[in-house]
């Protein structure tokens, strides 16, 4: 039965849909001229357009790729119309780019601005809370630019782009913060054990405490703590 079936089975529909075969060259050469088209288009846009990706760079690209996706493979979709179609993003992107250097709160409009995500060793919560992140996200965003807590930083910005850039405190200014390391904040105390530095887990507001009820954070009223180090970056 299975041997009847694979040889009734309509192994042309399953390999090119309605296509005839000799439209796999007609593939060949339709995707070949996109390529070209693709690599010429991005050499127009010049280093700034792949080096990095702002909101406004992604739809530069996922256009392109839109455009020059169909015609590869799709008989009915015209190679000159996603060549037009390339030409007027190309010419969108150097008119938007040259309006972005030209006006400051265009700039911001398109591409955003920076934020300040902390600031001396503490989290900037009014700017955190308008971006869409989570703190392990975040923190793993940190120990990439190996911070192991948050009393090495003097400030992280988010980019436009999206990427954290992170400035550190000379050795001799780091001071306590709140650990960034995996599992850091799985078991926050709400009495403290023995005297120390401890961390409020929200904000990363620091301070020295004694044995007892670990009362609530200063700066933001949340409960939640736990110990805090001071541990010297390795570079």
């Known amino acids: 039965m299975l041997s009847e079936f694979l040889l009734e089975f309509d192994w042309k529909e399953l390999l090119l849909g309605q296509e005839e075969w000799p439209f796999i060259l007609e593939i060949v050469i339709r995707t070949v001229i996109m390529f070209i088209t693709i690599v010429v288009g991005?050499?127009?846009?010049?280093?700034?357009?792949?080096?990095?990706?702002?909101?406004?760079?992604?739809?530069?690209?996922?256009?392109?790729?839109?455009?020059?996706?169909?015609?590869?493979?799709?008989?009915?979709?015209?190679?000159?119309?996603?060549?037009?179609?390339f030409a007027v993003i190309i010419c969108l992107y150097t008119v938007i780019t040259y309006l972005i250097a030209k006006n400051k709160k265009f700039e911001?409009?398109?591409?955003?601005?920076?934020?300040?995500l902390i600031d001396d060793g503490e989290f900037s919560i009014e700017n955190f809370k308008k971006e869409n992140l989570g703190s392990d996200e975040f923190f793993a965003e940190l120990r990439l630019n190996g911070v192991s807590h948050l009393g090495q930083v003097e400030k992280a910005i988010e980019e436009s782009s999206g990427e954290i850039s992170v400035f550190f405190f000379e050795d001799e200014k780091v001071k306590y913060g709140l650990p960034t390391m995996p599992g850091s904040l799985e078991n926050p105390l709400k009495t403290i054990p023995k005297k120390g530095y401890y961390s409020c887990t929200f904000c990363g507001y620091t301070e020295e405490k004694q044995p007892g009820n670990a009362g609530s954070c200063k700066k933001c009223g949340k409960i939640n703590w736990v110990s805090a180090s001071n541990r010297l970056r390795v570079t």
């Open 108 to 116: 911001e409009l398109i591409e955003g601005k920076c934020i300040c």
């Open 42 to 85: 991005l050499r127009v846009l010049g280093k700034r357009g792949v080096k990095q990706l702002s909101i406004f760079e992604l739809v530069v690209i996922i256009g392109l790729g839109s455009a020059a996706g169909d015609p590869m493979f799709y008989k009915e979709v015209g190679v000159v119309s996603s060549i037009i179609v």
